[in-house]
């Protein structure tokens, strides 16, 4: 092995470790790891760039823009509603919500599908009173699977055809992964549907009658002396009022003792949680209410909830400290959190990824202070937000970008002209949509892509290909496609899947030379394996964001995903034997 080859693997394997542990943003480490490959000498200069200029990035970045405008349609709040008003069973519910998602998913990125299906769900679990445990896993799981089906439905599979496309001279077309992906995805769909209503069955005892799908907030509320808590001791708050009091504050210190000898009185301080929709109610009887806000209401005023995201520069702080909300005179209203144990003060709880933070203050600042922190906004009640579209036309532009794409116009090209469309005619503003994306994923990606490029012009690739041919007898391709499935499989729920995608995409090239192999079985497997990601919460952003809203554990995940991993796994390996060798 050369000195080029045993660096890039160093280099590589050290990177994987960073972006698996969450610790360091992951647009710091790649841009680390893409300059640290040109000081290592495995590109010139002139390469170290060129990722940004990609077709792939390029192609990732218009459909994140077209995204953005297809989220603000209110096209199936109709739907919804006559969906609810048909009372179906829960698990039609739940699989119809999720078949809208992969469906979605399968002309847009995996994330922009889950924002726009999850209200749909919510709302439809809300009626019908279905626990939101029982619909936001699948929705998100749902989401991965309907990207496997298409050329454009995850980055992964544009790395693929694009690196088809260098070895013989033709990528994929637009529906060749959905020779595999279609019928993983249709099981995959049915399979979690039915398992978690097993899994997270409706609570039997709630002492409050509350929708199940109702997000448990932490908050601190000031007793008016008006208030019908005024008298009643701690150990009553949960049958009485639906909350669990944490901590009661007395002037400036705790108020000790066993709960039912805690005794509310006016004026005092309580750190409680409970459903947001409680809290809603409480403060509308004067029950409990929150201390001014310190910059008082201005005309822009808003309200916004955001998820801490894994690269957010929010993890480990606690509330008081959040300096990016506090001198631009954003308040933070409540949070929900994973956290079991919850101590102190609202402003000593320390923030993890997934909490979701429930914001107050102007809007421009509230929009600035979640850019800079790496947080991404869930939902806004401010009345100057852009206005809901209710036009089909931006779906039947996106509708003949995604034509144009399959019919052999190249992806970066069609939706280029999708984008200059919703532009012209004011359906989008380029400028603050770009502003808007999540540039450390794309940041990551474009890094990556020279780094990805150097393990097959330094011989890395045919180097790790002749290692696992001492393993798996390459003579046969479905022993080699097995391989490189389970290699995809168990990386990605630690890294992301372009990334993924980009480091095994030259092994398995080289693996189908070695084999004197058509290396497009190879790279299926290789696209279907970075993205069949359900063990952990942290793998893929749409399973973090569900782990937030969701109130999921870890051991959720493991639970729920690997029946679903060994399925995918399994189907995945049989259609591509069947499909592509």
């Known amino acids: 092995m050369s000195f080029e080859q045993a660096s890039l693997l160093i280099l590589l394997l050290a990177m994987l470790i960073l972006f698996s542990l969450n610790r360091i943003r992951i647009e710091v480490v790649s841009i680390a790891g893409l300059l640290g490959g040109y000081a290592l000498g495995l590109y010139p200069a002139d390469q170290i ?137 249709i099981a995959g769909i049915l399979l979690i549907a039915f398992r978690v209503q097993r ?169 600035e202070a979640l850019e800079e922190s790496e947080c991404l906004p869930l939902a806004s009640t401010a009345p100057s937000e852009p206005a809901p579209l209710l036009s089909w036309r931006p779906f039947a532009l996106f509708a003949c970008g995604v034509a144009a794409s399959a019919s052999g116009l190249r992806p970066d090209v069609a939706f280029a002209g999708v984008v200059l469309v919703l532009a012209l005619l004011n359906h989008l503003n380029i400028r603050q949509a770009m502003a808007d994306l999540n540039w450390p994923i794309i940041i990551m990606l474009a890094a990556m892509i020279p780094i990805g490029q150097a393990v097959a012009t330094t011989g890395a690739a045919e180097t790790i290909a002749g290692w696992l041919s001492l393993v798996v007898p390459i003579t046969h391709p479905l022993f080699g496609i097995a391989l490189i499935l389970f290699l995809a499989m168990a990386l990605t729920p630690f890294v992301n899947n372009a990334t993924v995608a980009i480091v095994l995409t030259p092994i398995a090239l080289e693996f189908a030379r070695a084999g004197r192999h058509a290396p497009d079985a190879y790279l299926i497997a290789v696209a279907a394996g970075a993205s069949l990601d359900f063990l952990t919460p942290f793998g893929h952003h749409n399973n973090t964001l569900a782990m937030g809203i969701g109130g999921y554990r870890f051991g959720d995940f493991l639970r729920a995903g690997w029946p679903l991993a060994v399925t995918s796994y399994g189907l995945a390996l049989l259609l591509t034997g069947l499909f592509w060798l």
């Open 199 to 367: 899994l997270f069955p409706e609570p039997d005892e709630t002492p409050v009658k509350i929708s199940p799908a109702a997000r448990r907030i932490v908050v601190e509320r000031r007793i008016p002396d008006v208030s019908p808590l005024i008298g009643v001791r701690l150990s009553d708050c949960p049958v009485r009022f639906g909350i669990k009091p944490h901590a009661l504050i007395r002037g400036d210190s705790f108020v000790f003792g066993p709960l039912d000898q805690s005794v509310i009185e006016p004026g005092d301080v309580l750190l409680a949680e409970g459903a947001d929709a409680v809290f809603a109610g409480l403060a509308a009887t004067q029950a409990l209410i929150a201390d001014a806000h310190p910059h008082g209401l201005q005309p822009d005023f808003t309200r916004v909830e955001a998820v801490v995201m894994p690269e957010s520069t929010l993890v480990g702080s606690r509330v008081g400290s959040l300096e990016v909300f506090h001198h631009r005179g954003i308040a933070v209203a409540a949070l929900s959190m994973r956290a079991l144990r919850i101590e102190g003060r609202f402003l000593d709880l320390q923030l993890s990824i997934g909490d979701i933070l429930t914001l107050e203050g102007p809007r421009i600042a509230i929009g």
């Open 49 to 185: 760039f060129t990722g940004f200029a990609n077709p792939v990035v390029i192609t990732v970045v218009e459909i994140l823009l077209i995204v953005q405008v297809l989220a603000r349609a209110k096209l199936f709040d109709s739907l919804a509603a006559r969906f609810a008003a048909a009372r179906p069973r829960d698990f039609t519910v739940i699989a119809c919500t999720s078949a809208l998602a992969g469906f979605m998913s399968i002309f847009m990125n995996n994330i922009g599908a889950f924002a726009i299906t999850l209200p749909v769900a919510l709302r439809l679990g809300t009626v019908l009173t279905i626990p939101r445990r029982q619909l936001v896993m699948p929705v998100s799981f749902a989401a991965l699977l309907g990207g496997l089906v298409s050329l454009i439905g995850t980055p992964a599979n544009l790395l693929v055809s694009d690196a088809l496309a260098k070895a013989t001279g033709t990528g994929f077309h637009f529906f060749d992964f959905a020779y595999v992906g279609l019928p993983i995805a």
